[in-house]
């Protein structure tokens, strides 16, 4: 629990992730609540799927598209083929 602390205060961690409600220590909980990282204390659901959200981050980069296929003031512009 104390090199979690250390972690916790060095803002080595986004999150943390107990199996349990009531799990989470009270020093680590106390080291949260200064620094603004998320506990997530739910319990552990079955699907995999769905448990993995707690840890998903999404990035989307394009050198030659918008994301959502709005090109504003480049729409004009000839573009590659999409492969």
Known sequence: ???????????????????????????????????????????????GRVELLWYLREQSISHDYHRYGNAGDRSGETRRPVL
């Open 1 to 47: 629990d104390e090199a979690l602390v250390e972690l916790i205060e060095e803002q080595q961690c986004d999150r943390i992730r107990y199996a349990a409600p009531g799990r989470a220590p009270e020093s680590v909980l106390r080291a949260v609540g200064d620094s603004g990282i998320y506990v997530a204390q739910s319990p552990v659901l079955a699907s």
